[in-house]
Nanobody, 127 residues
């Protein structure tokens, strides 16, 4: 059974840091692109960072320089290190997986491009 499980969310003050994890299991083939998305109340789900199997990374402008996506293939785990957090980063964060294509700037930010999702972990940043 293919499964993604996020953890590491919580409440922090502005300027603080959090590290999200996404544990993957049940995959027969290694994923080609994995991404972090977030969804705030009343807003669409948007991709904020992605990494492909070669380690190439992509970031949304809103998080560039503050967030870092990485993966540990031996542990089948995806990470999102979030520094200098802002109140506008408050959202439910999800990880997602896609096969057959390396991450592309043309679609990594769109939810329709990914077929497997985790249940999400809440991040709340207070001012």
């Amino acid at each position: 059974q293919v499964q993604l499980v996020e953890s590491g969310g919580g409440s922090v003050q502005a300027g603080g840091s959090l590290r999200l994890s996404c544990a993957a299991s049940g995959f027969t083939y290694r994923t080609d692109c994995m991404a972090w998305f977030r969804q705030a109340p009343g807003k669409e789900r948007e991709g904020v960072a992605a990494i492909d199997s070669d380690g190439k990374t992509l970031y949304a402008d809103s998080v560039k320089g503050r967030f870092t996506v990485s993966q540990d293939n031996a542990k089948n785990t995806l990470y999102l290190q979030m520094n200098s957090l802002k109140p506008e980063d408050t959202a439910m964060y999800y990880c997602a997986a896609r096969w057959l294509d390396y991450c592309s700037a043309s679609w990594y930010r769109f939810a329709w491009a990914f077929g497997v999702w985790g249940q999400g972990t809440q991040v709340t940043v207070s001012s």
